[in-house]
């Protein structure tokens, strides 16, 4: 099993910015794709970015050109720096990471989601 930690939400105002981090831990043989997601009230979970173990990026063209996604892969980490923040930007931000388990099993995971909201 693979447990993912999200960090760094939190309020900030419109045109702010905020870094959210995500770390995986477990029996991981190999995480391939990392991604967040998010969910904002009475919507629908939608992606934001993911990004590859290659470093192969893919965005939601409502983020494209603010949001930056990177991943340490020495630390089983995924980040998204998020600049200019508006307020339709309000969700819970979940992480998910694709793996490959110690024991050659592939799996799919979710952090537990960590709160952004942007103040108008």
């Known amino acids: 099993q693979v447990q993912l930690v999200e960090s760094g939400g939190g309020l900030v105002q419109a045109g702010g910015s905020l870094r959210l981090s995500c770390a995986a831990s477990g029996s991981i043989f190999s995480i391939n794709a990392m991604g967040w997601y998010r969910q904002a009230p009475g919507k629908q979970r939608e992606l934001v970015a993911t990004i590859t173990s290659g470093g192969t990026t893919n965005y939601a063209g409502s983020v494209k050109g603010r949001f930056t996604i990177s991943r340490d892969n020495a630390k089983n980490t995924v980040y998204l720096q998020m600049n200019s923040l508006k307020p339709e930007d309000t969700a819970v931000y979940y992480c998910?990471?694709?793996?490959?388990?110690?024991?050659?099993?592939?799996?799919?995971?979710w952090g537990q989601g960590t709160q952004v909201t942007v103040s108008s």
């Open positions: 998910n990471a694709n793996y490959l388990s110690s024991s050659l099993y592939l799996g799919s995971s």
